[in-house]
C-alpha cells in the first residue's frame, strides 16, 4: 500500500479487501477494476488518479497515473490504462477472465476505453458490488463516523451566535458556512449521480423549505441562482419564520448529515408538533432499526406515525414529496441503505444512515431533525447528538 | 421556454440553438439529446433534471422529471426517459434516426438506458459537438463572463485585509472564500471530468506550490486530508514565502478564473524575476492571440518565453508538470479551448481563456498571474483586471 500509512489503516484496507473479495467470488468475478475518486479513496485510503485492481484472490495493484512520486508495495507508476495487463503480469496477476468495472461512474466514453483493456471480459457492474460493501462500515470508518459526527454537532451550537436580526438567509448561511470551514471543514460535497449538486448544504426560510428543486434532496429550496436551483434564496428572515439548517459534516472525507431548526421568534403550534413528531419518530426508528429489519419498514413506520398524528400532507415536501426518510452516508451524502419505498436493502451492524423525517408547514417552513444514526446490534446510537428542539433565535 | 425567462436570454437561447443545429447538420444526425446539469443549463439557462431534445431543424422540446411545476412552451412533464417517444410524438417531432447522446457525461448505465430510448439510433458523441459549441460564447454568456470577471478583480482586492501574520495558508484561505461568499460567489466549483474536484479554489503557500496532486490542475499542492489532496495544506506562511491565491469566480453561474501572487515580506528576486517573465507572456499571448491562431502556437509561444528567460525548469510545475498554459472557461472551468501541447483548437472571437503561465521558485513558492481573456477580433481582452503585481503583506 502507500508509504506512510498508518497500521490501523491499514488493518482496515486489508479487511475491507476481504469483504470486496468475498463479494467478488460471491458474484463468480476474478477481479475488480476501480476508477473513481471515491472508490479508490475507499480502497487506498487516498485520492489518486489511476485504478486499484482488486483479484478476487492475493494481493491489490494499484496503478498511479498522478501524483507523480506515489510510491508504496504493489503500487506502480502508469501512464495510461492500456499498461495495466503488462503492469499485473509484472506483479504475478492474471488476467482476469471475468472483471467487474464501475458501470455507474465511467463515463460511456471512458467505459469503453477500460473495457477495451480487458477485451471480452468485462461481466457485470462493479459499481453495485463496492456500493453494498461500503453500505456496511469497517472499523476505522466507524471511528471517523463517530469523529466526525461529534465536531458536526458541536460546530452547530454556535450557529446561533453568527445569526443577526435582518439577516436574509443567504447572509446567515454564509456565517454558518465560514464558521464550519473554520471549524476544520473541509467543505467538499461528495454525491454520488451525475445530475445531484449542492454547495456545503442549504438553509430553507420560510416558505421556500417547500419550493420544489432538481435534485433528489429530501427538501429543495428554489435557491439562489437558475444554475444551482436549491437551497436559500435571498430572502429576509422574519418572525415566525422556521429556517432548517442542513450543512454537510466533512472534516476528514467521510460526512456526516444533520439539520437543525431554528425559529425567528415564535411560531405557530403546528410547527412545534410536526417538529416533535419527527423526533418521536427518529426514537421509534432508532429503536425498531435492529440488525435484520428491512430498511422499507422503518420508512413505513415514520410514514404511519407521521399519518397517525395528522402530517401526512407534509411529511417529506409539500408539492414534491421525497419517497424516503433516511439514506446511507459515508465517504458520498447519499449511499446506501435506502430507507424508502420499495428499498430492497436490510439493516446490518455498521451501517450509518441519515434519518431525516422533514415536515413543510404553510406559512412557516420547514421543521424536523436530521442525524446520522450508527446501526448497532442493539439499536442505533446517534452520531450527531445536538440539541433536537427548535431553537429559538 | 421556461415562463418567466427574459427576452435577452430568450433571445441568446434561440443563438445557440441555431449553433448547435448547424453543427447537427454537418455532423449528419437528426438530433441530440442533452441530459447533463451543464449541458441543460447551458441549452435553457436553468438547471432541471430531465432531457432536451434539439432536432436538427425546428424548436427544441424540454422532458422535466424535476422541479415539479416547471412550465413553458416546448415543456413537458416527464417521470421516466422511456417517455421520450411518446412526448416527441405530441410536439410533432420524429424520432430522430441518427441521434447524438453525451458519451462523456453520462455513465455507461446511464447511456445505456438512454441509447435503449432511441433503438440503434445512436451515432456519435453529443459531449463533443456541445464542447465545440460552448467553446465560443453567446453574447449573453459573454456579458455574463465580464460581469464575473469584474466581481471577480474587485474581490481579490479585499484578500489582504483579511490576513494576519502568523496565519496558516488554511485559516488565510478560510478568510478569503468568506469574503468571496459574502460578495456573492455561489461558491460552486463546477470542472468536467469524473476524477476532477476542488473546494472553490486553492491557495498554495511556499514550497506547496511544487506538490504534486492527483488532479490536473496547472499546480497541485498536497491538500489538508486524503481525501482531497490538493491546494493548501495547513502550512504557516513564513518570511520569503510566495502565496498564490487561486479562487474561482462564480457569481451567476459561469466561472471566471483568476490567481494572484502575495509576498509575506521580500521574496528571492528570483520569484519577481519569474512573475515578470509571466506577466510578459501574458502580454505577448493578448497581442498574438487573434482569431484564426492555433491555440497550441500560443503555447510555444510562452514556452519558449520561458525559456530565454532561463526558468524553463520550474515554468508550470516542478516535479509533475503541466502540458498547457491555458484553457477555456465558461459554465465549468475547464473548457475548450486548450492552448496547450497537441491541442487541435484554434482561436475564435468569443472565446473566454483562463491564461496561467506559472513558475514554481524552490525555497519560495509558486508565482506568475492568471487571468480570464476574452478573444476580439484585434486581440484578447483581460476581464478579470486587478492588480498584476506581488502583493507584499
Known amino acids: 500500500m502507500f508509504n506512510q500509512i498508518t497500521p490501523e489503516l491499514m488493518d482496515d484496507l486489508t479487511y475491507r479487501w476481504m469483504h470486496l473479495q468475498a463479494h467478488l467470488k460471491a458474484a463468480g468475478a476474478d477481479a475488480l477494476v476501480v476508477s473513481s475518486n471515491v472508490n479508490n479513496y ?21 496503478c498511479v497515473r498522478r501524483p507523480v512520486g506515489l510510491k508504496g508495495e504493489c503500487v506502480r507508476e502508469m501512464r495510461k490504462m492500456e499498461q495495466i495487463p503488462e503492469l499485473l503480469a509484472e506483479v504475478g496477476i492474471r488476467m482476469p477472465a ?20 480487458f477485451p471480452g471480459a468485462v461481466s457485470g457492474n462493479g ?8 453500505m456496511v462500515k469497517s472499523p476505522y470508518e466507524v471511528r471517523i463516523m463517530k469523529k466526525t459526527g461529534q465536531r458536526h454537532a458541536d460546530v452547530i451550537s454556535r450557529f446561533p451566535s453568527v445569526y443577526e436580526p435582518g439577516m436574509t438567509d443567504h447572509e446567515w448561511a454564509v456565517e454558518m458556512y465560514h464558521v464550519m470551514l473554520k471549524a476544520g471543514n473541509l467543505g ?13 448544504g442549504t438553509i430553507l426560510a420560510g416558505d421556500n423549505g417547500g419550493a420544489c428543486s432538481p435534485y433528489d434532496f429530501a427538501l429543495g429550496g428554489a435557491g439562489l441562482n437558475p444554475s444551482l436551483p436549491v437551497g436559500q434564496s435571498n430572502i429576509k428572515m422574519e418572525e415566525g419564520m422556521a429556517v432548517l439548517v442542513d450543512i454537510a459534516g466533512n472534516f476528514y472525507g467521510y460526512i456526516t448529515d444533520c439539520s437543525r431548526v431554528f425559529g425567528i421568534g415564535k411560531l405557530a403550534q403546528k410547527a412545534y408538533d410536526a417538529h416533535q413528531v419527527s423526533i418521536d419518530i427518529r426514537a421509534a426508528i432508532m429503536e425498531a432499526g435492529k440488525p435484520g429489519v428491512p430498511a422499507e419498514d422503518l420508512y413505513n413506520l415514520a410514514l404511519q406515525m407521521a399519518e397517525k398524528a395528522g402530517f401526512a400532507d407534509c411529511f417529506m415536501g409539500a408539492q414534491q414529496k421525497a419517497k424516503f426518510v433516511g439514506h ?19 439493516m446490518a451492524e455498521g451501517m450509518t444512515i441519515a434519518l431525516e423525517p422533514k415536515f413543510v408547514i404553510p406559512g412557516t417552513g420547514a421543521v ?5 444514526l450508527l446501526v448497532t446490534a442493539t439499536g442505533m446510537e446517534n452520531l450527531t ?7 429559538t433565535l
Open 188 to 200: 467538499q460535497f461528495r454525491i454520488a449521480g451525475s445530475t445531484m449538486e449542492a454547495f456545503m
Open 98 to 117: 471475468r472483471v467487474l468495472i464501475e458501470n455507474d461512474e465511467l463515463s460511456y466514453s471512458e467505459w469503453t476505453r477500460l473495457a477495451a483493456v
Open 368 to 372: 424536523g431533525v436530521e442525524d446520522t
Open 385 to 391: 447528538p445536538a440539541p433536537s428542539e427548535i431553537i
Open 328 to 346: 446511507g452516508t459515508g465517504i458520498v451524502i447519499n449511499e446506501l441503505p435506502i430507507l424508502g419505498v420499495r428499498s430492497k436493502d436490510i
Open 127 to 134: 459499481s453495485a458490488l463496492l456500493r453494498q460493501c461500503r
Open 42 to 62: 475507499y480502497v487506498s485510503g487516498r485520492i489518486f488518479m489511476g485504478h486499484a485492481i482488486i483479484p478476487a484472490e492475493g494481493a491489490p495493484l494499484f
